[in-house]
């Protein structure tokens, strides 16, 4: 199997306290870099993003990212997250978020991605991207 999903709750940080949110984290072997996120409220796609598979890794160890995505550890209750700060734009207005993601959940689906693709093994055709890009 070359796709890889799973459904989890992140929480989304307001000044009201932490509101919570569906997000479908999903992998593609074709695209071996890449972890798709999807934020849902209920049946309503919130936003979509794409974030590089070896930067979720790392941030749960440690701060990576700048511009508009940062990942950092971050504790809180004694249960250990993983903290997505990201910046974007929806027309001419400026978004912020900042999510928390249960690092477990995020370290399980990541072993379900090293499965269909090991880390270090991920490989790109460029002449083939290229190839298909001229083509159109």
């Known amino acids: 199997m070359s796709f890889v999903s799973t459904l989890v709750t992140v929480h989304l ?29 209920g049946p309503t ?4 993003w794409h974030f590089d598979r070896q930067m979720i890794a790392e941030g749960l160890h440690r701060p990576v990212g700048e511009g508009d995505v940062g990942f950092r550890p971050h ?22 978020a900042v999510l928390f993601v249960e690092a477990r959940a995020l370290t399980d689906f990541l072993h379900q991605t090293y ?22």
């Open 13 to 41: 940080g307001a000044a009201s306290g932490r509101l919570p949110l569906l997000a479908r984290f999903s992998y593609d072997g074709g695209d071996p870099y890449a972890v798709r996120a999807t934020f849902l409220d």
């Open 45 to 48: 796609v919130l936003a979509r």
């Open 75 to 96: 504790r809180e209750a004694g249960v250990d997250e993983l903290r997505v700060a990201l910046r974007g734009y929806a027309g001419q207005r400026q978004g912020d």
């Open 115 to 136: 499965a269909v693709i090991g880390a270090g093994e991920e490989f790109l055709d460029v002449d083939e991207l290229l190839d298909e890009l001229l083509a159109r």
